[in-house]
């Protein structure tokens, strides 16, 4: 059996695959794929409303914010989230945590003078991050954007959001329904699909109603918040085969217990995983442990020497996709809602095997 450590597009529940597998060219008795039919039709309307629901009752999202169904992945709602939201504001806080939150600073620099709060600090000689209440916030800014897990550094936010009336913005490409938030903390969330949602082409956005309406005249259409709710998130044809996918994602996490059940399971392969980093010389973590990312395993082996070999048998094991993201070298571990605490035993024990061997 190969389990699949990519960090996005990432694994998905097997259970899902299989169904979608037996509907594939016959769906719904139908006699066609659900990706050949109209976005339109009575058939797709239904998916599509499913999988919001589903989707709501497991965040819990209020009535008053809409959920739009986007193209475009995560990086497009860094352009969309200024251009959204800044009305007649010229600034807007930006934290800084790590390489995503980076990268939508860099785009917010397009459209406004973006306040960067950098709060990557160090804790025992470990990459840490600020808590929250240092965070210095500008009166003038129209929201605060931070990235509560970042994907590459492996590195997570985890205190909830408690900024007054400061509209909030995140990013929870990464993190989404790995453990229960609060949607009312935040004016916009939004998050790529291909790691805890469905496949990649597929971004969710969740939004406060109150922050539609104030669009950039510039904005194209297809990234405009109002746009899209107007029109169900089908102004222009959406993702439908993603939006369907993602649906049965979402009736899987239902029939796991939801999102409280799915964080259980999250916390029991995290502390697996870095109870084995953390007991042994040989390989090394460099988050400080309250900054520690439960969906992105960053780990190094102290001799980096080592390290191809570590990916060719690991990859034999059944065990893929472990290389780390360039920038931060070694290898990395994504271990999102899909991947079972069996896949998690199976690395751990090819971790110590492999450290009895060449250690
Ligand atoms: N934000 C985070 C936290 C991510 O992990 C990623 C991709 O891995 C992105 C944004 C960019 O997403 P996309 O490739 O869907 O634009």
């Known amino acids: ?67 739009l169904f986007c193209h475009g992945g995560a990086r497009a709602q860094f352009a969309a989230v200024p251009m959204n939201l800044l009305g007649q504001a010229k600034s807007a806080d ?9 990268s939508a600073i860099k785009e917010a620099h397009k459209y406004c003078v973006p306040n960067v709060i950098d709060a990557k600090t160090t804790v025992d000689g470990k990459r840490a991050i600020t808590a929250m209440k240092s965070w210095a916030l500008n009166d003038d800014a129209a929201y605060v954007h931070f990235c509560p897990n970042e994907t590459i550094d492996g ?35 939004y998050a790529g699909a291909q790691k805890n949602i469905g496949p990649a082409g597929l971004t969710l956005v969740i939004v406060r109603d109150d922050l539609l309406g104030k669009a950039s005249q510039a904005l194209p259409s297809v990234l405009d918040y109002s746009v899209l709710a107007e029109n169900e998130s089908m102004f222009n044809t959406p993702p439908t085969f993603a939006w369907y996918l993602s649906g049965l994602v979402f009736k899987w996490l239902k029939e796991q217990g939801g999102v409280d059940e799915i ?36 780990f190094q082996l102290a001799d980096a020497a080592l390290d ?7 990859f034999d094991a059944g065990l893929h996709a472990l290389k780390g993201h360039r920038v931060v070298g070694g290898m990395r571990a994504s271990i999102y809602n899909a991947m079972p605490l069996e896949g998690v035993k199976a690395l751990t024990d090819f ?9």
């Open 351 to 359: 971790m110590v095997d492999f450290e009895r061997r060449h250690g």
């Open 263 to 298: 964080d259980k399971v999250n916390q029991a392969k995290a502390d697996l995983l870095y109870g084995v980093i953390d007991r042994s010389d040989f390989y090394r973590n460099d988050v400080a442990v309250a900054n520690r990312s439960r969906m992105n395993v960053p």
């Open 155 to 189: 590195i997570a936010i985890n205190e909830q959001p408690d900024f007054g009336d400061k509209v909030v913005v995140a990013d929870l490409s990464s993190t989404i329904l790995s453990h229960s938030i609060d949607v009312t903390r935040y004016g916009v969330i």
């Open 94 to 102: 930006y934290v800084d945590g790590g390489y995503w939150a980076q």
């Open 1 to 67: 059996q190969v389990f699949n450590f990519s960090s996005g597009p990432a694994m998905l529940p097997v259970e899902v695959l299989r169904r979608a597998e037996q509907e594939l060219c016959n769906w719904n008795g139908l006699g066609t794929s659900v990706m050949e039919i109209s976005h339109r039709s009575k058939e797709f309307m239904q998916v599509a409303q499913d999988a919001e629901k589903d989707f709501r009752d497991l965040l819990k999202i209020p009535s008053n914010y809409k959920v």
């Open 308 to 314: 191809k070999r570590f990916l060719e048998e690991s």
